[in-house]
């Protein structure tokens, strides 16, 4: 899609500038990837049409507590756009009338869940993403292009996608700990994962009411929840521990700080620990994918 977009950009000619900007840019090994294959396909295409490169200016942003200074010192290095399925904050009304969590026992959507749980999730998205999209229509020029990965689901029920599973045996390895004593129930019920993944329909929906774009493509791409999953080959053994420990690896890099902070960061050690047991069992029974 990048190859695309940049090749639709650069039919016949080639502007004088192109801005860059990756709007959740982390600060890991692979920060600057895709902006290397940007530069790649825009040389290839200026050698194409015998022009002359463009300008590029590249601009990272992401957190205030992002180590910026780490994406420098290890060029060439990492881009990531996986950060539109992060709300700006736990979506408002998740609590009754009388100030009763609505969704207890649970992080996240579930099919546990009362309507008005996944009502007050999706409106919380429709309202980040169309801001999102707001803003950014403000920085670009006309005839701009955008390219965006996020976290999604393949059907309309909001509970039914993979990432609603991941979450559920993350509240299962919680609740746990509350039986046994080392977490309190009322904490558990007071925290609520500031994250959606939205299905096509409702992706659409949020760029046409919006208005400051069109969508020219939109691809779905599976990947396993344990990355390092290869059982495509014929040396393939399933390692029910191991990958279990890769998955929860994987969401503790991105959830600690918000567990620590909730529930504090004593436990987090023991909870990652019950969490990859958990889907170690699970992926024993059921095989998972993400989709974005």
């Known amino acids: 899609m990048v190859e695309d977009s940049i090749l639709n950009l650069c039919g016949t000619s080639i502007p004088e500038s192109l801005n860059i900007a990756d709007l959740g840019c982390s600060s890991g090994p692979n920060t600057l990837l895709v902006i290397k294959e940007i530069i ?11 022009r002359s490169m463009p300008e590029l200016r590249l ?17 060439p290095a990492f881009y990531d756009t996986l950060n ?6 736990v979506p408002q009304g998740l609590q009754s009338d009388m100030g009763l969590p609505l969704n207890k026992g649970n992080i996240y959507m ?6 008005a749980v996944f009502k007050a999730y999706l409106d919380q998205f429709q309202s980040d993403f169309s801001l999102f999209l707001n803003l950014r229509s403000e920085e670009m020029t006309c005839g701009g292009r955008m390219v965006l990965t996020l976290m999604g689901r393949k059907g309309e029920e909001p509970s039914s996608g993979d990432c609603c599973h991941l979450w559920e045996l993350l509240a299962q390895a919680l609740k746990g700990m509350v039986s046994q004593g080392v977490i309190k129930e ?13 299905s096509v329909k409702e992706l659409k929906a949020v760029i046409g009411m919006e ?12 990947i396993n929840w344990d990355t390092n999953d290869n059982d495509d080959s014929e040396y393939y053994f399933f390692d029910k521990k191991a990958r279990g420990q890769n ?5 503790r890099a991105v959830t600690e700080s918000l567990l620590a902070n909730h529930f504090g960061a004593e436990i987090i050690d023991e909870l990652f620990e019950k969490y990859a047991e958990n ?9 998972y994918l993400f989709h974005d």
Request: charged share 15%; glycine share 4%.
């Open 40 to 50: 790649d396909v825009t040389h290839e295409r200026c050698s194409q049409l015998q």
């Open 59 to 75: 601009f990272l942003n992401d957190l205030p507590g992002n180590d910026f200074n780490t994406i420098f010192m290890s060029l």
């Open 84 to 89: 539109v399925h992060w709300l700006s904050q």
């Open 110 to 115: 579930a099919k546990s869940s009362p309507p």
């Open 186 to 198: 009322a904490k558990l019920d007071s925290f609520d994962l500031p994250y959606y993944t939205p």
């Open 211 to 222: 208005g400051s774009f069109v969508l020219d493509q939109l691809q779905i791409t599976e």
């Open 247 to 251: 998955v929860a690896k994987c969401i």
């Open 279 to 287: 889907v170690g069992e699970h992926l024993a029974c059921q095989y």
